[in-house]
């Protein structure tokens, strides 16, 4: 998976895991987390963190 720190485009999403910390996406980079990501819960818990301005 591609580091997310090194996109553009601000973290909207927090994806819950198991034992680790949360991570932080943007809209771009959630699919590829939710199916890349160690400890991703299943079903995914996902919180909006930041709204669209």
């Known amino acids: 998976m591609a580091d997310p720190a090194g996109c553009g485009d601000p973290a ?14 943007c809209p771009v980079h959630l699919g590829p987390s939710l199916l890349l990501a160690d400890g991703v819960l299943w079903p995914p818990v996902i919180s909006l963190i930041r709204a669209r301005a």
Do not use: N
């Open 12 to 25: 909207r999403f927090e994806v819950a895991r198991h034992l680790r910390t949360p991570l932080h996406v």
